[in-house]
T-cell receptor
């Protein structure tokens, strides 16, 4: 998985509780992304980062926040989890730079909100 | 709204046949195109990238791009049961290194 780890790999949590997912890379890539994947919707971008402390929203950012204090770590936080946030979450990285648009994915986190 | 369309399938082919997967995209300014393979319960894996019109071959895989028709395809020759997976088409439209993904086509290769 191109030097990308995600933790935890599986999590069950209750509605209303905060949850933080971690993505860690060893590739020193500039860009990092959080996606969710749901049946019938495919991969949807939640937030992405283009450098330390530089982040921006994707198409489904409501209810999620992110932080990137180090190049290698990108955190996704669900401030107050809801059942609609039950999903598989993937982190991806991209080198960036001219012509380097390829993204490589981590192993994923399966989150269940009860 | 940038869109990437794929037939959801399932596409079923016999072992040894050619599997043809298709993708259309709406943004005429799109620059780069990718195919990912995703096995059930696993993460997407990049298998092909194509940047210019024409064909690009890598082993049993051939990606074809036609920017005028806004169409990209993936051919898998000598299909094997291990090729059974969902194939995702992704398009880069020139904005902040973000990709737009299709919903994927499920391919089943029957022994």
């Amino acid at each position: 998985d191109a030097g990308i780890t995600q933790s935890p790999r599986h999590k069950v949590t209750e509605t209303g509780t905060p949850v933080t997912l971690r993505c860690h890379q060893t590739e020193n890539h500039r860009y990092m992304y959080w996606y969710r994947q749901d049946p019938g919707h495919g991969l949807r971008l939640i937030h992405y980062s283009y450098g330390v402390k530089d982040t921006d929203k994707g198409e489904v950012s409501d209810g999620y926040s992110v932080s990137r204090s180090k190049t290698e770590d990108f955190l996704l936080t669900l401030e107050s989890a809801t059942s609609s946030q039950t999903s598989v979450y993937f982190c991806a990285i991209s080198e960036g730079g001219r012509g380097s648009y390829e993204q490589y994915f981590g192993p994923g986190t399966r989150l269940t909100v009860t | 709204q940038k869109e990437v369309e794929q037939n959801s399938g399932p596409l079923s082919v016999p072992e040894g046949a050619i599997a043809s997967l298709n993708c259309t995209y709406s943004d005429r300014g799109s620059q780069s195109f990718f195919w990912y393979r995703q096995y059930s319960g696993k993460s997407p894996e990049l298998i092909m990238s194509i940047y210019s019109n024409g064909d690009k071959e890598d082993g049993r895989f051939t990606a074809q791009l036609n920017k005028a028709s806004q169409y990209v395809s993936l051919l898998i020759r000598d299909s094997q049961p291990s090729d059974s997976a969902t194939y995702l088409c992704a398009v880069y439209g020139g904005s902040n290194y973000k990709l737009t993904f299709g919903k994927g086509t499920l391919l089943t290769v029957n022994p």
